[in-house]
């Protein structure tokens, strides 16, 4: 097996790379501006030199926000990008393992959300990485896997968890949303689970890779805090009236996980598990 990585510099596209490094994998990390995935032939430089079996592909553009004002950018980077490293998969024989998002739900549910739920994106970030998702099924019916993530977090890169313990560090309190709830997710746990994955090499399909468990972003800003032993009561309650955004943020972002079990894998492990890991791996600000 030889992986190629896009996005590598991000913070699951890092720990992917320094993972499959450490266990001997052959793998190749690419990103702007050695490899730009919507040019095709940026892509097939980086096919000819390293020949890849399988592609997980990282790269995206994740600025939500600016995606309302940007879609057709966004488009570029999360729908063309995919179709593009898609096209060149098919055409070599390797598979690709797209990431994608549960901002292709509405987010307005009240149960977690299958993996065959029908897509309903809200925002434009949502639609673009729909998009995405629905050109690697179509060039890959047979080689893909399709894997939403949510609510990430690692050592590299900006995330929520930094973000706590960057203000936990300069104000005496912060107020968090308790009106949103989600799956905090770790990084390095999602890159495991993607290496399980392709090494399993179960039948084309999608998966939700998320922590298990159950948070508002209230509750995770808690645990950071609490994790970094700092009061939590620090961190106040509010609401998302009070942060209003260009792109409206998903009330329930909760994914099911039933194909890891139907694949023969295991879930992933509960999200105040994977926090205290990631504290014991170094997180900080």
Known sequence: MRVLVTGSKGQLGSELVSILGERGTPVMGVDRPGIDITQSGSIATAFSLFEPTVVIN??????????????PAALLANGVGPELLADACASSGAWLVQISTDYVFAGDACVPYAEDFPPAPLTAYGRTKLAGEV??????????YIVRTAWLYGINGNNFAKTMLKL???????SVVTDQVGQPTYARDLAHQLIALIDARPAAGTFHGTNSGVASWFEFAQAVFAGAGADSARVLPTDSASFVRPAPRPAYSVLGHDAWAA?????????????DAAFADGLSD
């Not at 050109?135 to 893909?144: E, G």
């Not at 936990?168 to 912060?174: F, G, Q």
């Open 263 to 275: 694949a023969g894998l295991a879930p992933m492990r509960g999200w105040r598990e994977a926090l």
């Open 168 to 174: 936990m560090a300069e104000r005496d309190t912060v």
């Open 58 to 71: 990282c790269a995206a553009w994740t600025a939500v926000d600016d995606a309302e004002t940007n879609e």
């Open 135 to 144: 050109a690697v099924q179509t060039a890959l019916p047979d080689a893909h």
